[in-house]
């Protein structure tokens, strides 16, 4: 079961070009500047790049500037220098205006406890404003949206990841252990490294769009600020909520590819806990279907593995995760749905 789980997920990883992009964003000294110049030859002109290739570059445009300033290195391809320093501007411009529109939504909180990509950006990036944020995630008893005047949207959370994960968070003891922050104006608490982690290996991996690597970003970063104690926390938190396939595969991609210093009694204590159970198996297969970045390899035993993962999740999920995804559709219908829909891709192949 757990081996199916992790074959599903590793489908989600990034692929060797996105790889390459978050070299050469992240990595520092000669490694990182060979990573940044290898990266922008074999990038070329990035209006000839496809499409589905794109997604890396739009992401990490502002740190990829910063790395090319930092190096004073510019791509072989002229348009690719003037990509970048148009991200950097950008970013540059839009974090003051971002910061505001944070500041406005908390004005009348007392110390609110922050999440996601604010809270991610001041916890693990030097600079705040190259990570782009796009919302403000807040943790409170009482769940809530709706937009900033400048178009920001904020979200109220119950916990660190979805209810379809069922885990249930005590708001006071991730308030003890988060830390304060009043680089914007206002004191902030944002979440400890370790719950950040969590938020970070388990939701953001699983509901990224596809092409997306920002979690990689943030979690190598998050990797290189943690203590013990915040592993400790991560740790603790997968093993409670039996999701250690679900994040086994990233962490250990985030290691063997980039180096991220994950320590190896992580790795270790992370797939040695408890497996996840029937519905939290469904919860994780359902997010490798909605956003795997390759077909399984049917011919190696780990793609047959995620094949029939997916296979059998997709054509007869159980009523439980019918309920929990707010489905009317019976399972014969859901099943019918979802035949049409492999034969309608097949005709396109």
Request: with cysteine; charged share 25%; proline share 7%.
């Amino acid at each position: 079961m757990s081996g199916g789980i992790r074959a599903a997920m590793r489908l989600l990883l990034p692929t060797t070009a996105a790889a390459d992009a978050l070299r050469g964003a992240l990595w520092s000294g000669e490694a990182g500047r060979g990573a940044f110049l290898a990266w922008a030859e074999a990038t070329g002109d990035p209006q000839a790049l496809p499409p589905d290739h794109r997604q890396p570059l739009r992401e990490l445009g502002p740190q990829l500037d910063a790395a090319r300033r930092r190096y004073g290195a510019e791509p072989p391809c002229r348009r690719l220098g003037t990509l970048l320093r148009a991200a950097g501007d950008r970013e540059r411009r839009r974090w003051p205006v971002y910061a505001q529109s944070v500041v406005d939504l908390v004005a009348n909180d007392e110390a609110p406890l922050v999440s996601g990509g604010l809270a991610t950006a001041l916890a693990a990036y030097d600079d705040p404003g190259v990570r782009h944020g796009h919302d403000l995630e807040r943790l409170a008893a009482v769940p809530g949206a709706g937009t900033h005047p400048s178009g920001l949207p904020w979200a109220t959370h119950v916990g660190r990841l979805p209810l379809r994960w069922r885990v249930d968070d005590d708001l006071e003891v991730l308030r003890d252990r988060a830390v304060p922050d009043d680089r914007l104006g206002p004191t902030l608490l944002r979440l400890s490294v370790g719950d950040l982690l969590v938020v970070v290996l388990v939701h953001a991996v699983a509901t990224r769009r596809r092409g997306s690597v920002r979690w990689a970003s943030d979690a190598h970063l998050l990797a290189g600020a943690a203590t013990d104690a915040d592993w400790s926390v991560f740790v603790d938190s997968i093993a409670s909520a039996r999701l250690g396939p679900v994040v086994e595969p990233p962490l250990t991609w985030l290691r063997d590819e980039l180096g991220s210093a994950v320590p190896e009694r992580v790795v270790a204590e992370v797939a040695a806990g408890p497996r996840p159970d029937a519905l939290r198996r469904e919860v994780a297969l359902a997010w490798a279907a909605a956003g795997r970045e390759r077909r399984p390899d049917l011919r190696t035993a780990e793609g047959r593995a995620a094949a029939a993962g997916l296979l059998a999740w997709g054509a007869w999920p159980s009523a439980a995760y019918l309920g929990l995804d707010g489905s009317r559709r019976s399972r014969l219908g859901r099943l019918s749905s979802w035949a049409a829909g492999r034969w309608r891709a097949g005709r396109r192949r």
